[in-house]
């Protein structure tokens, strides 16, 4: 992943001085999404629809990004381009590379909590 952080600390910073509830709040709504999404995201790719793959990871990149989720915002950017050039090539690679991400967010969040 080279030198991106997983998180942008000035964000979740931000997000910590309304409370820590808030962004535990955030992250369980964010959470929920995900698992749906993240199905919408592999239908897609099933179905060879790059139109619709790119218009997904387009959102969840700028939520991600929202909220200070860096790593996981440059995972659904780098979908968000082969949805855009429908080249589908190792998407399931890099779906694998989501989940661990995702994973990693999660984990990292939890420890400012």
């Known amino acids: 992943m080279g030198n991106i ?7 979740i910073q931000e997000t910590l001085e309304d409370g820590a ?13 995900y698992a749906e999404e993240a199905e919408s995201l592999q239908q897609a790719a099933d179905q ?5 793959l790119s218009e997904i990871a387009h959102k969840l990149k700028g939520e991600c990004a929202s909220l200070g989720f860096i ?3 440059e995972k659904y ?9 429908n ?3 190792g ?3 890099l779906f694998l590379d989501l989940d661990d991400v995702y994973e990693q967010t999660i984990s990292e969040v939890q420890k400012l909590l």
């Open 71 to 73: 790593a996981l915002s």
């Open 87 to 89: 080249d589908l090539s």
């Open 48 to 52: 060879g629809d790059g139109g619709k």
């Open 21 to 33: 509830d808030l962004l535990e709040e955030m992250m369980e709504m964010f959470d929920e999404a």
């Open 5 to 11: 952080s997983m998180l942008d600390m000035e964000i």
């Open 77 to 85: 950017k780098a979908i968000e381009i082969k949805g855009k050039n």
């Open 91 to 93: 998407i399931e690679s």
